[in-house]
């Protein structure tokens, strides 16, 4: 096990470099550049999109689900153990200065996904089966060419094993363990395994019943569940910040300083507070994955541009928002210089203010918010199997998944972050290539939407997509 550990370790290192630090963060400037941040001007328009302001004129468009579910399905993969075990961990490892650089990834991350998931309804492609399908591997076969199918099935191999659901399950049967089981006697520090394994079953069962429905399903309860703890969470740490609200000054003094020097854990070694910072904003926020283009690409629309509106929203939420009160709850509280690592960092911090039930706080944000990335993993993961395989494979990746959720119980949280790191940065290199070399496709359609946009081509709702469509050809 400990050599295991210390090659996917080594694996990790290697695969985060500084080579991906300026694939990601270098693309997503360009992006910002490319496109002259005219997508930033849009932002009331996002909104709009999310409300529902245009679901009449997409009702004839293809796809399964409304921009808001698909953006819901997103978030349930971004805003979960990534914005309170990975703040927590990359505090731990890069100190305060590497949240100054999950933000920076944050903002360059909203232009990047704007791209992808433009991309990804612009180059939907059908699977096996003849559905219509969205993500970074049909992007690459229908806008790349057959040429480039080796970089798609790098991404979809890279794929299956990132968007495992060992990390997740790992985090919240430890906090299960530290606040239920320990107090109550049903397992000891020492001897947990029967607790845990026992939880890894009984989690799997539940999220099978749900997984089995596929993106409908999953962006429903994502739908209801994503939002209402997004809502709960900010409450709570409101009310936190506000107990320690003459620290938050100096907590984001130290944030700004420490992200140029590093001396607060690195030893001064600015270059791995930059990479840790990185590595964790990514995990937060997935910008340049390209799994947020799996769920983007099922939205139902025929106008590129507004999935990628609506994507761009992710970043914002997700790292900007609920990574920064993450960071801040655990800088205020002091909690940060302790022993505690990952979520019980995180429960630590919330029972200074909640004593007693500031655990049990925690608890109920990571069950849900942990269940949910599963559940989209699970649709992602069985999305880049079919694409491999073929539709009827994705059945038994399901099994799988399911399995690997009782497996992720016990395992090694050193080992499953490391598999998780390496498996993303290959997913990476695929997303941000295609992007890269398809961003003018996305810039003209883009520049056409707001164009159409600005003189009040969508103001009928009683056009679909189609006929908007028509409308600007017969003009033509």
């Known amino acids: 096990m400990i050599q295991l550990e210390t090659t996917l370790a080594a694996f990790a290192d290697f695969m985060w470099g500084p080579p991906m630090v300026v694939l990601l963060v270098g693309g997503g400037l360009y992006f910002m550049l490319h496109s002259r941040m005219q997508h930033f001007r849009y932002i009331g328009h996002s909104m709009a999109l999310l409300r529902g302001r245009y679901t009449e004129q997409s009702s004839g468009a293809a796809g399964d689900i409304t921009h808001y579910r698909a953006l819901a399905t997103a978030l349930a993969g971004t805003i979960g153990l990534g914005n309170i075990t990975g703040v927590a961990v990359a505090i731990t490892i890069g100190g305060p200065g590497a949240v100054f650089w999950m933000w920076v990834t944050a903002i360059v991350g909203i232009s990047t996904k704007f791209y992808t998931a433009s991309l990804a309804i612009m180059y939907r492609g059908v699977d096996d089966s003849g559905e219509l399908q969205g993500g970074p591997m049909y992007v690459i076969r229908e806008g790349l060419g057959k040429n480039w199918l080796p970089l798609a099935w790098m991404f979809a191999v890279a794929g299956m094993f990132g968007t495992l659901p060992v990390f997740q399950i790992n985090q919240l049967v430890q906090i299960l363990r530290d606040v239920i089981a320990i107090p109550s006697g049903f397992a000891s520090a020492e001897d947990h395994f029967g607790f845990d394994l026992t939880m890894g079953v009984i989690l799997a069962v539940g999220l099978f019943s749900i997984a089995v429905g596929k993106i409908k399903r999953v962006s429903a309860v994502a739908g209801k569940l994503v939002p209402t703890m997004v809502v709960f969470y900010f409450l709570i740490t409101a009310v936190l910040l506000m107990s320690n609200i003459t620290e938050i000054p100096a907590m984001f003094a130290l944030i700004f300083t420490d992200a140029f020097s590093g001396e607060a854990v690195s030893g001064g070694v600015l270059g791995a507070v930059i990479l840790i910072g990185v590595q964790r904003g990514v995990f937060s926020n997935e910008a340049g994955l390209g799994t947020e283009s799996l769920a983007h690409g099922a939205a139902k629309t025929n106008e590129p541009t507004r999935e990628g509106l609506v994507a761009m929203v992710g970043p ?33 911090a919330y029972e200074q203010v909640f004593p007693g039930f500031g655990s049990y706080l925690v608890l109920i944000m990571v069950i849900v918010l942990s269940t949910t990335t599963v559940l989209t993993y699970s649709y992602y993961g069985s999305k880049c199997m079919g694409f491999l395989f073929g539709v009827a494979s994705q059945k038994y990746y399901l099994w799988a998944y399911m399995a690997l959720i009782a497996a992720g119980a016990v395992v090694s949280m050193d080992a499953v972050i490391s598999l998780f790191d390496g498996a993303y940065a290959i997913m990476a290199i695929p997303t941000m290539v295609s992007t890269l070399i398809l961003a003018p496709k996305v810039r003209a359609v883009a520049r056409d939407y707001f164009r159409r946009l600005d003189a009040g081509s969508f103001d009928k709702p009683d056009l679909t997509d189609s006929q908007l469509t028509a409308n600007r050809l017969t003009q033509k």
Do not use: Y
């Open 316 to 348: 914002v939420i997700d790292t900007l928002l609920v990574c920064t009160c993450t960071a801040l709850a655990l800088l205020v509280t002091d909690v940060w210089q302790g022993d505690a690592i990952g979520v019980t960092m995180t429960s630590q």
